[in-house]
């Protein structure tokens, strides 16, 4: 099996059969405390509008790595669990990452006058989203190979 198969394997009958109401609802419930989670470190850890969003770098950063590793253990150890990956991925971590967040944060740096600080930001989000990303996934593998 490929590392990065869906969630539904379609040559197995059983999970044919859809059940849309239950990934939806996994979905919800996981969106919710992904982010109350990103509320409460945003709300935590403030920062002015020309000031570098620090608590939001870090909640996409750790969302990324965790997506990673989720991905990484999901694949390996627990593929026939249709709802983990629904309700944990897109749900929780969904929740919790913000990209949408960074861009308007680089905008507001931008329009205040901190381009440097804005253009630090938005390099700094997606290079530390596609090494948190890589990272948490190598990480992962490695520690369950060992296991």
Avoid: K
């Avoid at 099996?1 to 609802?25: I, Y």
């Avoid at 935590?44 to 996409?60: E, K, L, Q, R």
């Amino acid at each position: 099996m490929h590392p990065m198969d869906p969630d539904v394997d379609l040559h197995v009958a059983s999970q044919r059969a859809e059940r849309p109401a239950a990934v939806v609802g996994v979905i919800a419930a996981g969106g919710v405390l992904g982010a109350l989670a990103r509320y409460a470190i945003s709300t935590a850890w403030s920062h002015s509008p020309s000031s570098f969003p620090w608590a939001i770098w870090t909640v996409n950063v750790t969302g990324c790595f965790l997506i990673g590793a989720l991905m990484a253990v999901i694949a390996r150890r627990r593929p026939e669990r249709r709802l983990l990956r629904p309700f944990v991925g897109v749900g929780i971590l969904g929740g919790y990452t913000t990209f949408s967040t960074s861009v308007v944060d680089v905008e507001l740096a931008a329009g205040r006058g901190a381009a440097g600080t804005a253009l630090a930001y938005l390099a700094a989000t997606l290079v530390g989203a596609l090494v948190a990303v890589w990272s948490g996934t190598a990480l992962t593998e490695r520690l369950v190979r060992l296991r």
